[in-house]
Nanobody, 115 residues
């Protein structure tokens, strides 16, 4: 099984930056398709960014140009660098990993952007 632990959330003013980290346990990290999701109050969980095991990335239109997803296979860690944060980015952010048809989720980390 794979365990995911997120960190790096917090309170930041609009225009500021945060970097989220997700550390994956297990020995199959190099085979995992990784993604960051977020869920704001009253809204469905949405995919923010994803990265394949080969490093190909994809982003939601709302975060393109502001967020960057990356992975360090040696550290079994995925990052989400968030710049130029807006109030609309406020949500609980979840790390997700998938291999085949199996999905794993982290516990979530709160990001709050104030103005």
């Amino acid at each position: 099984q794979v365990q995911l632990v997120e960190s790096g959330g917090g309170l930041v003013q609009a225009g500021g930056s945060l970097r989220l980290s997700c550390v994956a346990s297990g020995s199959i990290f190099s085979r995992l398709f990784m993604g960051w999701y977020r869920q704001a109050p009253g809204k469905q969980r949405e995919l923010v960014a994803s990265i394949t095991r080969g490093g190909t990335t994809n982003y939601a239109d709302s975060v393109k140009g502001r967020f960057t997803i990356s992975r360090d296979n040696a550290k079994t860690t995925v990052y989400l660098q968030m710049n130029s944060l807006k109030a609309e980015d406020t949500a609980v952010y979840y790390c997700n990993a998938s291999v085949g048809l199996t999905n794993y989720w982290g516990q979530g980390t709160q990001v709050t952007v104030s103005s």
